[in-house]
């Protein structure tokens, strides 16, 4: 069972660039999710999507665009990374919203330099 | 704003021993609380998940709580062994609200 399968898992990017975060997950989950986790802030949404051809912002959004590309991927965009989006970023999704067990990916690891 | 605390932030404790993790969250108007496992350098694995009309959830050895009306959680891991060290969240489902709202989480060691 694959589950949340997101790529890369490392990357280092300079200031400026940009790159695009893969999730997909093969489980027939309606809703995903993108989250980041840093020290001391924990687990912070990003952006997330009810449905396939839905997404809405989470608490923190800002320099982040993501595609539901269909129901099983969904990506997250980095158009041009600073050195505060350094951070772990994590792949979730869930059957349908509310009460349902969420499944996370193993993780990206992301440095702006 | 709803804001899940988790105290202690760090737990050691001796293979073997009983133990309690503690989860609080300021707004009630919750749909569930779940309970996470992380890994150093590995994604959060769902332990248990507890919907707001109920009051515990058991699992093999943990076993999770829920007073919704106090605004608390425990997670009770019974006879502690050292492949249990790892890092415990909890994180409520917000009532009207598309996300969960997490806590930072008590890293738990069990020492041989």
């Known amino acids: 069972n694959a589950g949340v399968t997101q790529t890369p898992k490392f990357q280092v990017l300079k200031t400026g660039q940009s790159m695009t975060l893969q999730c997909a997950q093969d489980?027939?989950?309606?809703?995903m999710y993108w989250y980041r986790q840093d020290p001391g802030m924990g687990l912070r949404l990003i952006y997330y999507?009810?449905?396939?051809?839905?997404?809405d912002k989470g608490e923190v959004p800002n320099g982040y665009n993501v595609s539901r590309l269909n129901k099983r991927e969904f990506s997250l965009r980095l158009e041009s990374a600073a050195p505060s989006q350094t951070s772990v970023y994590f792949c979730?999704?869930?059957?349908?919203?509310?009460?349902?067990?969420?499944?996370f990916g193993e993780g990206s690891w992301l440095t702006v330099v | 704003k709803q804001e899940v605390t988790q105290i202690p932030a760090a737990l050691s404790v001796p293979e073997g021993e009983n133990l309690v993790l503690n989860c609080s969250f300021t707004?009630?108007?919750?749909?569930?609380l779940q309970w996470f496992r992380q890994d150093p350098g590995k994604g959060l694995t769902s332990l248990l998940l507890?919907?707001?009309?109920?009051r515990e959830q058991t699992s093999g050895r943990l076993n999770a709580s829920l007073d919704k009306s106090s605004g608390r959680s425990t997670l009770y891991i019974a006879a502690s062994q050292p492949g249990d060290s790892a890092t415990y969240l909890c994180?409520?489902?917000?009532?009207?609200?598309?996300?969960?709202?997490f806590g930072k989480g008590t890293k738990l060691t069990v020492n041989p």
């Open positions: 979730a999704s869930t059957l349908e919203r509310f009460g349902n067990t969420i499944y």
């Open positions: 489980m027939n989950h309606n809703s």
């Open positions: 999507s009810a449905s396939e051809g839905t997404t």
């Open positions: 707004d009630s108007a919750i749909y569930n």
């Open positions: 507890i919907q707001s009309s109920q």
């Open positions: 994180a409520v489902e917000q009532g009207g609200s598309e996300k969960l709202v």
